[in-house]
T-cell receptor
């Protein structure tokens, strides 16, 4: 069975500071990994994904995540956050034999001025 | 761009009512999903469908049913709404093993 754990439910940070949102997963098969972002009163939007190849993946708005197979982690990082990054972030894992995703509990990123 | 639409953004229903939530996608995706989202619990899969007229239970199917008569449309049905079904409901679609695309969500309140 697969599972995803997001280690922090809330992460408060000041604007322009770096941030890391932690995600660990467990799976007995090859996985695909995703980070989604949800702004207030909206659905989820794909932020970035790891399917294969380079273990470091980047989004267009400055976020990056690194797939670490030995530590079964897929932490999300940004070197300098903006007020507009305030949102809830979800880590998800999918397996190579099904189209289903398992989501973590979510991490609320609160960027303060 | 993939577009997933849901029939209502906000819905208020009474206990015992039959509730229909509809989802439509415009990218010919074979897979469609229904989730509910509750604070601190993340997203939990209710039902999913790999093809027309096919459905499979997710993690929390009790109290729900689904219908997929056309490829682009996936309906979630609450046979007899209860207060513990008050939640945000999210629909998603995908092609194969690729990422899922989500609709804006329906916030359902059952009184």
């Amino acid at each position: 069975a697969q599972s995803v754990t997001q280690l922090d439910s809330q992460v408060p940070v000041f604007e322009e500071a770096p941030v890391e949102l932690r995600c660990n997963y467990s799976s007995s098969v090859s996985v695909y990994l995703f980070w989604y972002v949800q702004y207030p009163n909206q659905g989820l939007q794909l932020l970035l994904k790891y399917l294969s190849g380079s273990t470091l993946v980047e989004s267009i708005n400055g976020f990056e995540a690194e797939f670490n197979k030995s530590q079964t982690s897929f932490h999300l990082r940004k070197p300098s956050v903006h007020i507009s990054d305030t949102a809830e972030y979800f880590c998800a894992v999918g397996s190579s034999n099904t189209g289903k995703l398992i989501f973590g509990q979510g991490t609320t990123l609160q960027v303060k001025p | 761009d993939v577009k997933v639409t849901q029939s209502s953004r906000y819905l208020v229903k009474r206990t015992g009512e039959k509730v229909f939530l509809e989802c439509v996608q415009d990218m010919d995706h074979e897979n469609m999903f229904w989730y509910r989202q509750d604070p601190g619990l993340g997203l939990r899969l209710i039902y999913f469908s790999y093809d027309v007229k096919m459905k499979e239970k997710g993690d929390i199917p009790e109290g729900y049913s689904v219908s997929r008569e056309k490829k682009e449309r996936f309906s979630l049905i609450l046979e007899s709404a209860s207060t513990n079904q008050t939640s945000m409901y999210l629909c998603a679609s995908s092609f194969g093993l690729a990422e899922q695309y989500f609709g804006p969500g329906t916030r359902l309140t059952v009184t």
